[in-house]
Nanobody
């Protein structure tokens, strides 16, 4: 079993920045893909982005491309989501996810077999 714990969420004004962290309970170099999803109230879960095992392969949703950056530090068993230029429509609960099966999982959530509890991000206008 792998436990993922997100942190770094909060309230920020539009145009601001936040960095989310996701700490894994075991070595992330055994977690081939790390990803982020989000879910806004009344909406379905949405793929945000993912990073492959080596960190060299990233994929982002069009809605966040150019504003969000995912990175991973396998030495710290942590993955990050740097968010800049935040918009009110980015308001959601953000979930960290991991796949021990696929090297480049996503954007489907079914590719991921471990999930965190989520952290709230609220962007005010």
């Amino acid at each position: 079993q792998v436990y993922l714990v997100e942190s770094g969420g909060g309230l920020v004004q539009a145009g601001g920045s936040l960095r989310l962290s996701c700490a894994a309970s075991r070595r992330t170099n055994s977690l081939y893909t790390m990803g982020w999803f989000r879910q806004a109230p009344g909406k379905e879960s949405e793929f945000v982005g993912r990073i492959g095992w080596s960190g060299g392969t990233t994929l982002y949703a069009d809605s966040v491309k150019g504003r969000f950056t995912i990175s991973r530090d396998n030495a710290k068993n942590t993955v990050y989501l740097q968010m800049i230029g935040l918009k009110p429509e980015d308001t959601a609960v953000y979930y960290c996810a991991a796949s021990s099966t696929y090297y480049n999982a996503g954007p489907s959530g079914t590719d991921f077999n471990y999930w965190g509890q989520g952290t709230q991000v609220t962007v005010s206008s």
